[in-house]
């Protein structure tokens, strides 16, 4: 029953918005980290943002500083990526995914989560 879901994606034009969200259950967020990474057809896992768990402190990839937020809501279990500016180069699969209590590496590492949702798809295109 542990599980992370992600939702709120879709299809949206270039310089459109879309808010994702990735809700846990069956286990507290409240102690984690949580990282968003994203994948594109033919290319690797990228990391995207990062939140830690303690003061809620946000670390964004140089290419979506700017457009991307990411956010937590420990009440109800759920971290959030707020995406502006959407390019076209922004499509692939968005997944969040949770680190453990006592996390090895940089956030960036996908090795360094237990936990990974199935993915959402964001497609940006005219």
């Known amino acids: 029953q542990v599980q992370l879901v992600e939702s709120g994606g879709g299809l949206v034009q270039p310089g459109g918005s879309l808010r994702l969200s990735c809700a846990a259950s069956?286990?507290?967020?409240?102690?984690?980290?949580v990282g968003w990474f994203r994948q594109a057809p033919g290319k690797e896992r990228e990391g995207v943002s990062f939140?830690?768990?303690?003061?809620?402190?946000?670390l964004y990839a140089d290419f979506v500083k700017g457009r991307f937020t990411i956010s937590r809501d420990n009440a109800k279990n759920t971290v959030y990526l707020q995406m502006n500016s959407l390019k076209a180069e922004d499509t692939a699969v968005y997944y969040c995914?949770?680190?453990?209590?006592?996390?090895?590496?940089?956030?960036?590492?996908?090795?360094?989560?237990?936990?990974w949702g199935q993915g959402t798809q964001v497609t940006v295109s005219s």
């Open positions: 939140i830690s768990s303690s003061d809620g402190t946000p």
């Open positions: 995914a949770a680190r453990p209590r006592r996390p090895r590496g940089s956030w960036t590492n996908i090795q360094s989560y237990d936990y």
């Open positions: 069956g286990f507290t967020l409240d102690y984690r980290a």
